[in-house]
């Protein structure tokens, strides 16, 4: 931040200054009052003076009117002035740093006008002839911590009380002891020496000598980073940061300041802890953006102005951005010193950005640089913490550091604290603690942070509900991210791209949001993940943006290249699938590894599904446990999912409750339906129809038909109470008109069926019509069914496809595979078309529907449509039946059993029946009960044939039935 700009320095300048940089008169109050002309009016927003030179009585004021609320103080070029009658609401907080000892020689009138708060411009009248002939004040330092503001910045109208000429707030204040005495240039000094010195001439001043002290250099060796309070006795205010009244802060500038970053009036450059001239200095911190000068500063051996210059070829700023060289001057930064430097390396070596990935290095770096003040080192450390990398994972230990983070100034530790809190990791959860957080990460320039502050006031979460003031904070957010995208700032495009893609708290605009997301993708300050959201948008295709693999393919590279794991983790699923590029298993591992590697949580559960495929059991728990605890409900629904149905490790259904309740906690719908199952059928908990209907219900609303279907099923069958049919209609019908599109769904599929309510078909086709018309796909799909079918209205295939098609549009998969298969057997359409079959059943496939993949793998297996392919037809297969689908395991089995695209493997076979046969395949149960009977492929088991037998019989296999 910059020093007040001194009007060059008041004694050597006769003429006025300009009158710009006042903060604005409120009419009334006296703030903001002009000072009279003549004296020196250019007093910049933002300033961090020494208060060494205060009396005891001006420095008892400032600790009362911190101790008390806001401070506000009168600041001009000459003095400062405590207002202890003006008042603001807020607070201060203390965070400990390494204790740290400097001396700062003042050597010339000008350096003491620039850097003393109070007495600079007496104390350099008194040693006028002194400071020509070689004298020096010297200020010995040892720093022990700092207390922040509560709230970042204050409008003038806030103000009460006595506030006449207020123009700043006290953000913050060094603190611990500090010594001021008159030293020699010719000699060097110690802090010792000067607090020494002070001692021996307390209270003393004249034209020869001036001295002042505070605090007990005995007393900080007590000192420690994690210390509540300073010790005491070495608590006391050396240098305050102001930031003027109605000051703008915004997220660069918050975190400028939360670094310690201070500058000099103009024409005065900092070294060595004081503001001076260039020309006494042997180097410099440069201002950033200032490449030629800060590269010069860097190589004069300036740790600062290299970590500076570090920052600006990570970003881009002003440079090409270069993380190699970016690593490399942050590594020359941490050496000389510079823990600014330091976390910056640490988040090279987190990243792999430049160098080889090392977590453990960087959990050292950002420790160091969190220890030594720097309040985004604190941040860096907390998300080694909550992801687990380079420690174990502990949400306890990020909640403590956030608040560490947040305490020091740095918006981003507020929101992610305020993130914890509500949703309980790491700290009691609390929706009215979360709040004050998201809103003081809000006015520190974290737009993020105003969209979520907007959803809970919006909601009334924490806060009494307000529609007006939430669309005031959605605007802000917006204006914000629009202002940051338009500078570059990639990752500010991403978020406003995912407000228009998801319409929050702005229209819905697939279009707008496809701008933005390319502009995030292709700025110089590019965000990886505004890459993979532009290349899902052309992946899936929308009624407003074409369908388009090709270019979502390059958008996934060019996501993963730049280190973003979730463009590796896409592209490794389109590998898997071959869809877009070649089918390539091996490459898809890599990417999902690669993915893994990049702290891409959803890498790791596709890298331990692919592990789980080929039954490798434990590297399937490590990598899907690893992808938990980078925050993948995926990957802890997947791990859950292996102990509740014994898959390749011991039945446990406590562990898998576990797992499903972390999977739920990150968002997971299955994992909280599922844990809804295990609460409902005390599976791992005791049993608790309370709890399992919460959890049923949370999934419902996310969508999750099965859970919206067991609720229904527990109040049909009086687990909340007495029994109640019309109340399990009655939410379902509810979900369906708030527009929960699986409850429309559901509901409509009972009333076709009946059970929970009177059958009823024309009652289905209105349901699902009007689910339909509000445009949920999968209500299109089952009209679409039911005309298709004949049900509940007349036959009629051609409006049947017409309605799987808008399904499909819709990105609703089976309508995809639905159409499909009509262009394959000619229903409903001009004519038999394989190849439009082929193309429909691909993109059902690539949206996980197994029937699409399975569908697909029979024309390749035939050669309609698309070319004779047995062994591309197998990987179909097998992927229709990973997503469920019970012809896909079954026609996997046929193929290993007889050969067909691969080798005979009657062991793989026997084991594909058997899925097939428990996803109610009543062939598979058919042909596995032939290989059991005769010990094909495994033991020889002829009681389990027969009940194999009897199971596909019952399910009306003729085969089974005549045996």
């Known amino acids: 931040m910059r020093l007040l700009s001194l009007c060059a320095l008041i004694a050597a300048s006769a003429l006025g200054c300009g009158s710009g940089g006042l903060p604005r008169e409120v009419p009334g109050t006296g703030i903001g009052k002009a000072i009279p002309q003549g004296e020196c009016l250019n007093v910049s927003s933002d300033a961090a003076p020494l208060v060494v030179d205060f009396t005891p009585e001006l420095r008892t004021d400032l600790e009362a009117a911190m101790r008390n609320n806001l401070a506000v103080v009168s600041y001009d070029c000459k003095k400062l002035k405590v207002l202890d009658r003006c008042t603001v609401a807020g607070d201060y907080s203390y965070v400990g740093v390494t204790k740290k000892e400097q001396v700062i020689r003042l050597k010339t009138q000008d350096e003491l006008r620039a850097n003393l708060a109070l007495n600079g411009g007496l104390w350099a009248v008194e040693l006028g002839g002194e400071l020509q002939q070689g004298a020096t004040v010297d200020v010995a330092m040892v720093m022990v911590g700092k207390r922040t503001a509560s709230r970042p910045t204050v409008e003038l109208e806030e103000l009460a009380g006595e506030c006449q000429g207020a123009t700043h707030l006290v953000r913050t204040a060094t603190l611990g002891a500090f010594a001021v005495a008159t030293g020699s240039n010719a000699s060097a000094t110690t802090v010792a020496k000067v607090f020494s010195l002070a001692e021996g001439s307390a209270g003393s001043r004249s034209s020869k000598q001036v001295s002042n002290k505070e605090g007990e250099l005995t007393a900080c060796g007590g000192a420690s980073p994690d210390s509540p309070n300073p010790p005491s006795q070495c608590g006391a205010p050396i240098r305050l940061e102001l930031l003027a009244l109605g000051a703008k802060l915004d997220q660069a500038k918050a975190e400028d300041l939360a670094s310690g970053k201070l500058a000099c009036p103009n024409g005065l450059v900092l070294s060595e802890g004081k503001c001076t001239k260039a020309a006494s200095a042997a180097s410099f911190r440069c201002r950033a953006g200032d490449v030629p000068n800060c590269t010069t500063q860097c190589e004069r051996g300036n740790a600062e102005s290299c970590a500076i210059l570090a920052k600006m070829y990570q970003d881009g700023d002003g440079v090409p951005a270069d993380v190699k060289k970016a690593f490399e001057l942050n590594d020359k930064a941490c050496d000389g010193g510079s823990q600014f430097g330091c976390t910056g390396l640490g988040v090279a070596y987190g990243s792999g950005h430049g160098v080889d990935r090392n977590p453990p290095m960087a959990v050292r770096l950002h420790k160091g640089a969190c220890d030594a003040g720097i309040a985004r080192g604190c941040y860096n450390l907390g998300v080694q913490y909550a992801q687990g990398r380079g420690v174990r994972r502990d949400p306890d ?132 993940d505004a890459c993979v959201s532009l290349g899902y948008l052309y992946e899936m295709g929308d009624p407003a943006w074409p369908r388009n693999v090709t270019l979502a393919v390059g958008l996934y590279q060019r996501a993963c290249k730049l280190g973003g794991g979730g463009g590796c983790n896409n592209l490794a699923r389109l590998y898997e699938m071959g869809v877009g590029v070649p089918l390539d298993r091996r490459r898809a591992a890599e990417l999902f590894e690669e993915a893994c590697n990049l702290d891409d949580g959803n890498g790791c559960g596709g890298r331990g599904r692919l592990h789980l495929r080929d039954r490798e059991y434990p590297k399937a728990v490590a990598t899907l446990k690893q992808g938990c605890e980078l925050g993948s409900g995926f990957a802890c629904s997947e791990l859950a999912g292996m102990y509740n149905d014994a898959n390749g490790v011991p039945r446990d259904y406590g562990v898998a409750f576990t797992w499903y309740k972390r999977a739920c906690e990150l968002g997971n719908n299955w994992g909280c339906s599922s844990l809804g199952f295990a609460y409902d059928h005390g599976r791992g908990t005791p049993a608790d129809a309370q709890l399992a209907a919460s959890y049923y219900q949370r999934a419902c609303d996310a969508g999750e038909s099965f859970a919206c279907e067991d609720l229904a099923s527990l109040y049909a069958r009086g687990g909340l109470g007495s029994q109640s049919m019309a109340q399990a209609a009655s939410l379902f019908q509810r979900a369906c008109d708030s527009g929960r599109s699986q409850s429309c769904v559901t509901l409509a599929g009972h009333y076709l069926r009946g059970g929970i309510v009177a059958k009823n078909e024309l009652r289905a086709l209105a349901l699902y019509d009007q689910g339909c018309r509000a445009g949920v796909a999968a209500a299109c799909h089952h009209v679409a069914t039911m005309h298709g079918d004949g049900v509940g209205a007349g036959k009629d295939p051609a409006k049947a496809n017409e309605l799987y098609r808008q399904g499909c549009n819709l990105r609703y ?115 596995l009960s032939e290989m059991v009977a005769k010990g094909r492929g495994g033991p020889k088991e002829p009681a389990y044939a027969s009940q194999l037998r009897d199971r596909a019989c019952q399910m009306g296999n003729k085969k089974a039935c005549a045996r």
Not at 481 to 505: F, H, I, N, P, V
Not at 878 to 892: I, M, N, P, T, V
């Open 813 to 927: 998969f089976p309508s995809c595979a639905a159409l499909a298969r009509a262009y394959e057997t000619g229903t409903g359409v001009p004519k038999k078309d394989y190849t439009e079959a082929a193309k429909l059943y691909d993109r059902a496939c690539a949206g996980k529907t197994g029937e699409g993949c399975t569908g697909a793998g029979v024309l390749h297996e035939q050669g309609r449509g698309v070319k004779r392919d047995a062994e591309r037809a197998l990987d179909l297969y097998e992927q229709g039946c990973s997503f469920g689908d019970r012809g896909g395991c079954y026609q996997a089995a046929i193929a290993f059993e007889r050969g067909r695209g691969t080798k005979p493997d009657l062991s793989e076979a026997r084991f594909l029946y058997q899925k097939a046969c428990n996803l109610r395949d009543d062939g598979a149960c058919f042909a």
């Open 397 to 528: 230990a990020a909640a403590k550091l956030y608040k560490r983070a947040c305490d020091g100034g740095y918006p981003w530790g507020c929101n992610n604290l305020a993130s914890l809190t509500s949703e309980g990791r790491g700290v009691t959860k609390s929706a009215e603690r979360a709040v004050p957080l998201f809103r003081k990460a809000c006015d520190g320039g974290v737009w993020i942070a105003c969209k979520t502050l907007a959803r809970h006031v919006a909601a009334g979460d924490g806060v009494p509900a307000d529609k007006a003031a939430a669309a005031e904070l959605f605007a802000r957010a917006t204006k914000g991210m629009t202002e940051d995208c338009a500078k570059g700032q990639g990752q500010a495009c991403y978020w406003l791209g995912w407000m228009y893609r998801s319409a929050d708290g702005v229209p819905r605009d697939v279009r707008k949001a496809t701008e933005l997301f390319k502009s995030g993708c292709e700025s110089q300050r590019h965000h990886p």
